[in-house]
């Protein structure tokens, strides 16, 4: 068996799920309009920062706090903002199951 071959597999395998589908169905749509694409650029931007600052041991900022509450609430108002953010958790949880079961094999038991 060789891993780079089931890498692949594997890789092929996750474009045919339906939870790909269905985030790259939305991810083009999203493309398609201006105003979604960029508050949800803006809104992943801040999200990024108060991870940093939080992961660093640092007070999120108040005010960047209160924007990302902002469009947060703003986004789940906007059906395609909505459902493109609930793909995008979607595929997420997929891939960290993925990383897990990877990770099983090569830990210590």
Do not use: W
């Amino acid at each position: 068996m060789n891993v780079y071959d089931e890498a692949h597999s594997l890789a092929r395998a996750i474009r045919e799920s339906n939870e790909f589908k269905e985030f790259d169905r939305l991810r083009k749509q999203v493309d398609n309009d201006k105003e979604c694409a960029d508050m949800l650029k803006e809104l992943t931007e801040i999200q990024m920062q108060l991870q940093a600052a939080q992961l660093s041991g640092q007070q999120p900022d108040k005010d960047m706090f209160a924007r990302f509450q902002s469009l947060s609430t703003m986004a789940m108002t906007k059906p395609l903002a909505a459902q493109y953010l609930q793909a995008q958790m979607a595929i997420g949880t997929m891939m960290n199951d993925v990383f897990g079961i990877v990770g099983e094999a090569i830990s210590d038991k």
